[in-house]
């Protein structure tokens, strides 16, 4: 079972509210500036929680928007008094999972596990899918491709744009599977047939239903991609590696090292081991970390981890910048087309985030966040922090680069139709 906590946005305290608190918080709620240790800090407590079923407890997970925005190890609880008739109330003790840590990365962004409307609830932890020997195991699916029957047009400028650290977003079929792939799930292609058998492409399964709202399980149904009339399942993906076709990562040195895991699946969308999954994404990682494409010699995970920090960064820093101004921002990365909504005095933006260790000049943009800002002319803005760059810790360095916020009309730019690249010229 996991303990999910309900969050509001961030409220600020009164002084008499601080005076009154037990845990001396000043403030309370979701607040997507701060990090995971801060968050906590301000909302593990005061809660009426069950102390029997604390203590079969392990982890506690953070909800705001529907969405798990943080994940806790609990180490215990102690009690806190609380003004009112219910005088005492509990706090739980732990830490937040780092951000390497595989239970953070499978539950992050995911919908909710409950979605009732009390704050505390007790839910399965199923999500979390253990394996069996009790250790935390990830989900990844195999998705098939054969060139001989499907053409991927613009196959080449997708690999330079993921060798650029960009995203390819698409869709692929998954076969008869129907049910059972999830927001954050991981995805590998296959590529089969004639010219060779081997993995090609790396990515996430994302939800791109843009305004109808966050969903759970996200295969759907649409016109079958051999123009045949008939139907066909497919899963939304954010790709972030391809590789060319002679740097595939041969099936038969996969077979040889992962010879538990069938490999040759009749059809998209076959699952992958739990047991497998790690060691088979390390052997991912080495491989296009060290192919002729990549040209960097850098592992793919650290280019993967980098990417994330820098996105959250860059939206973190946009988000404060509204709120410095007066405005009340809400935090959508993970259930629309666009990062942030802002609020003010009748005014609605919709917020973009962008950064980049580059010069800035031009962007990656999914197929989402074009149609989003083609649909609402005049209310997006984007916000793009260039030249970051990371400290000795790994951190993102908050000194570094150069901020620019403007209205974001991506017609008036070069609009590259990779995912998309927008070159956005001077601002106006």
Known sequence: MVIQIRLSDRTDHTSEEIESDSLNRSWRGYDPTVNDEELWEHNRGRWILNEAKIAEERYATFVHDDRIVAVYEIHGHERVSDPGPKSSKVALLGRPLASTDPVRQRLVGSPAIHNGRNAVNYVSDNPIHNDADGAIARRAFLLTWNPDNYEWADFAQCVLATQED????????????????????????????????????????????????????????????????????????????????????????????????????????????????????????????????????????????????????????????????????????????????????????YLEAKGTQSSGDAVFLTRGEVEHARRHPGDCVIGIWSGMRFTYDGEVDQEEGETLIMSFEPDTGTLTALQYRWEFGAAG
Do not use: C
């Open 166 to 349: 960009g995203t390819i977003d698409g869709r692929w079929s998954t076969g008869s599977t129907k049910t059972g792939i999830h927001p954050g799930d991981l995805v590998f292609l296959l590529r089969q047939g004639k010219r060779g058998r081997g993995i090609v492409a790396s990515g996430e399964a994302v939800d791109f239903s843009g305004d109808a709202g966050p969903r759970d399980e996200i295969i759907y149904t649409d016109a079958h991609w051999n123009g045949t009339g008939t139907t066909a399942n497919y899963v939304d993906v954010l790709w972030d590696r391809l590789v060319e076709p002679d740097d595939i990562l041969l099936i038969d040195d996969v077979k040889a090292r992962f010879p538990e895991q069938n490999w040759s699946p009749q059809a998209s969308g076959t699952q992958i081991r739990p047991a497998v999954i790690d060691r088979f994404e390390v052997l991912w990682s080495e491989h296009v970390g060290g192919s002729r494409a990549s040209g960097r010699g850098q592992g793919f995970a650290v280019n993967a981890a980098q990417r994330k920090a820098i996105e959250d960064a860059a939206q973190n820093w946009l988000m404060q910048h509204y709120r410095d101004e007066g405005w009340k921002v809400r935090d959508t990365r993970y259930s629309g087309p666009y990062d942030a909504v802002a609020t003010k005095n009748g005014q609605m933006l």
